[in-house]
């Protein structure tokens, strides 16, 4: 891939915590050099600590590297903004606000029109299947459509990159198929760019068109297993069935797993 395809560039980057005073601090990330294309989903697996969720953090903008540069079409990301949306582990919604007051929270913020607002709204609780429920409060609700008001509250921004930090992984088992099912079917009408954390390689070979293994601390991407060229009738049921996706699932965990 060129530079100029590339929405999002990380050059050589590195993140070191703790560091100062005298301290050679932990390094969460070593020389992460990568390039993520306009509409393409990727997902990052790793052992825990490896540094998955630090790497989403810098493209946030919560966090500034220690060396090298995170790039946003071009532009060095310093800060964060409505470009970059992002879906964490737990809901975190406001409960004393409704469902449809919760997924337009943001755009009140930015002073969007009313009238926008609404339609915005209304749109996407009609895409992630809460039409209906635009009164109730997040207390009434279950796991999964908690989960459904957060992804909507991201999505009705239109964020260029759309950033998951296992967004599913305490729902339970039919749940989360039903939310991945809801992700890929977005996918495939938006065509947003995703960057989604997961411990789940099932769930990494049925949403990415990439996934990038790290290894364990300090993270460094040991692996790339690139999907875009396979052809599937059935995804979900492939991955788990067919030899060649047997294979990759056996390539993904020893490579998870394997010592330095």
Not at 95 to 112: I, Q
């Amino acid at each position: 891939m060129g530079e100029t395809d590339a929405l999002l560039q990380f050059d050589h980057v590195s993140m070191v915590f703790g560091k100062g005073g005298g301290a050679e601090g932990l390094t969460a990330l070593s020389d992460i050099s990568l390039q993520v294309r306009d509409g393409e989903c990727v997902c990052l697996l790793g052992p825990s600590g490896c540094g998955k969720s630090t790497l989403l953090n810098l493209v946030a903008g919560f966090l500034q590297p220690t060396e090298g540069s995170v790039t946003l079409n071009g532009e060095e990301i310093k800060e964060p903004g409505p470009d970059r949306g992002m879906v964490f582990q737990e809901p975190t919604l406001y409960n004393w606000l409704s469902v449809f007051d919760n997924v337009a929270f943001g755009l009140k913020m930015r002073g969007v029109a009313k009238t926008e607002i609404r339609e915005r709204v209304t749109r996407f609780l009609a895409l992630t299947g809460l039409a209906g429920f635009e009164q109730f409060p997040p207390y009434e609700l279950s796991g999964g459509m908690k989960q459904r008001v957060a992804l909507s509250r991201v999505l009705v921004s239109d964020p260029k990159v759309l950033l998951m930090d296992e967004p599913f992984s305490a729902l339970d088992p039919s749940t989360r198929q039903e939310m991945q099912s809801l992700l890929d079917s977005l996918q495939d009408r938006r065509k947003c760019t995703i960057l989604l954390v997961t411990h789940d390689i099932n769930e990494a070979l049925y949403l990415a068109d990439r996934i990038l293994v790290f290894s364990a601390r300090p993270g460094r991407i040991i692996d790339e297993i690139d999907l875009r060229g396979v052809s599937f009738t059935d995804r979900r049921s492939e991955i788990i069935e067919r030899p060649d996706m047997t294979a990759l699932h056996k390539r993904i965990m020893e490579a998870v797993t394997q010592k330095e």
